[in-house]
């Protein structure tokens, strides 16, 4: 099974980066084939609907998708959501990447009080591309950090079952 772990959080002291790193390292000593992706070092336009599908960033970025079997997305918590830059890259990306895949997710946010905000992206890769959504997801806030590095113990248990749940299903749906 081949993963992809994209880090959606265009912060140089971004948090969900680093939940995005030790996710790749555990699915790494799992499965040994991982990509990690950072949007903040791949330069990619704004969809438009048209012209930036044939962006040459966009098309390497598509075929590194495309060939994963499972995505892990980790995404900042930007007004209830994730932030635009996640959105864009599925935009831009769409059904050859997504249909068939199991996708899961990982979140940086503020506070407690987000924590259903994932919920929206969720539902419309279910629905546009019947991707299989992880039914377990791994939500933060600041209080999980210290130093920039992941502390909390509850959150490092839990970031190894969501590892570990994404290459259950995956192995499943496409092994
Ligand atoms: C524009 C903006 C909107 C935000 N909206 C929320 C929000 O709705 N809920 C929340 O809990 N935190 C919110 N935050 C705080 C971020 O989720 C928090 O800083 C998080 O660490 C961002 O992820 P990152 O560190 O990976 O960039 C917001 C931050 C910004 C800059």
């Excluded at 997710?105 to 924590?115: D, H, N, R, T, V």
């Excluded at 629905?127 to 210290?146: C, K, N, Q, S």
């Amino acid at each position: 099974m081949r993963f992809a772990v994209i880090s959606t959080s265009l912060n140089p002291k971004s948090r969900s980066r680093v939940l995005a790193k030790e996710a790749a390292l555990l699915l790494e000593k799992r499965s040994g084939e991982v990509d990690l992706i950072d949007l903040a070092t791949f330069p990619l336009p704004l969809c438009d609907g048209g012209k930036c599908y044939g962006d040459p960033h966009v098309s390497e970025l598509k075929s590194q998708l495309a060939r994963a079997d499972g995505i892990l997305m980790s995404c900042p918590i930007y007004n209830y959501d994730i932030s635009a830059a996640g959105k864009n890259l599925i935009e831009l990306t769409g059904r050859d990447v997504w249909t068939d895949k199991v996708a899961g997710f990982l979140c940086a946010a503020g506070g407690k009080g987000s924590y259903m905000s994932l919920m929206g992206v969720m539902g419309s890769l279910m629905l546009d591309f019947h991707t299989t959504i992880l039914p377990r997801f791994v939500y933060t806030t600041g209080a999980d950090f210290e130093d920039g590095a992941l502390e909390s113990a509850e959150v490092k248990q839990r970031l190894n079952l969501v590892v570990d749940e994404l290459a259950r299903y995956t192995e499943k749906l496409r092994g």
